[in-house]
């Protein structure tokens, strides 16, 4: 209990952990700087979207509601990590009660599940509506969409539920410092002082399943749709099918490729810093959420046109 005293200043024993990362990084107020304005990026660029939407019934599609979740998952994802980042690094504030701990574990997972889920999500929007044209409104209505998300929301909280709980329930009877920039369930259920074998199994299989099982789903969309994309007659036909994927493609490749990236270089050790790794993984994970609201407002030349017309009506309301 040597380290927790240190850290809180006091000899008294409690239940909560002590969040330490970064502390042999020399810049650590850079990286909180910069997480900083990704968080008031991620917020800016995810309400604006949200606007837009509420605003214009036009908008007000099957695929837009997918893109509107996603816009709630990267706001919901980014507000879970980052402003407790601040107190912990920036005034040293870094208790954390046993409940705000594993509550804090429970919806980092959660909205982290729902990332990719989202993404799956509007791959299927995307194959329908490139290779049924004319049935998409039928197939794929507001209500079905609707259907779906809650169904993923449920397959995410099921997900997360048991692994949280059970971790929850180990007891910590030796070290309560936590070495990670937030209660993450690996770092967290390490320091139990029991068999943990299950708990790693479980994590493990978890982490695949979510991360491979929409990527998977992902490139068989992709298939599909270069196979109908093929058959079109014209090649008119076939670029703008491609330019309907391409967005999506860009924010797969958004997620995916640093979350690889991290991966590979934790498992090689290519990182030897333990404080370098958190902060690589940690803006891998924030970074997707500040760029998907730009990347769909750049790429679809619907939003991009409505998303003009809200600051210029609002410049001008101002005006008057």
Known sequence: MGFSVLYNGTGSSDDGF??????????????????????????????VL?????????????????????????????SVIIPQMVP????????????????QMFFLHLFGDMESFSLALLAYDRVIAICFPLRYLTINTNLRMLLILLGIWTLAFLLEVYPVALASSLPYCASRVVQSCCCEHGPVYRLACSDISFNRKLATAKTLAVLLGPLSFIIFTYAVVVVAVLKFASTTQ????????????????????????????????????????TAILTVSVTLPPMLNPIIYSLKTEELREKIIKLFVKTKVSSHK
């Open 18 to 47: 002590y969040i330490t990362a970064f502390h042999t990084l020399g810049n650590k107020n850079y990286l909180i700087l910069a997480l900083s304005i990704i968080y008031i990026i991620t917020l800016m660029g995810n309400f």
């Open 50 to 78: 949200l606007a837009v939407f509420i605003m214009n019934p036009s908008l007000q599609n099957p695929k837009y509601v997918a893109v509107c979740n996603l816009a709630v998952v990267d706001i919901s994802l980014n």
């Open 88 to 103: 912990v690094f920036v005034f040293n504030l870094n208790y954390v009660s046993f409940g705000t701990c594993f509550s």
């Open 238 to 277: 076939r670029w703008k099918a491609f330019h309907t994927c391409l967005t999506h493609l860009l924010l797969v490749l958004v997620y995916y490729l640093p979350v690889i990236l991290a991966y590979v270089l934790g498992n090689l050790r290519l990182v030897q810093s333990s404080d370098l790794l």
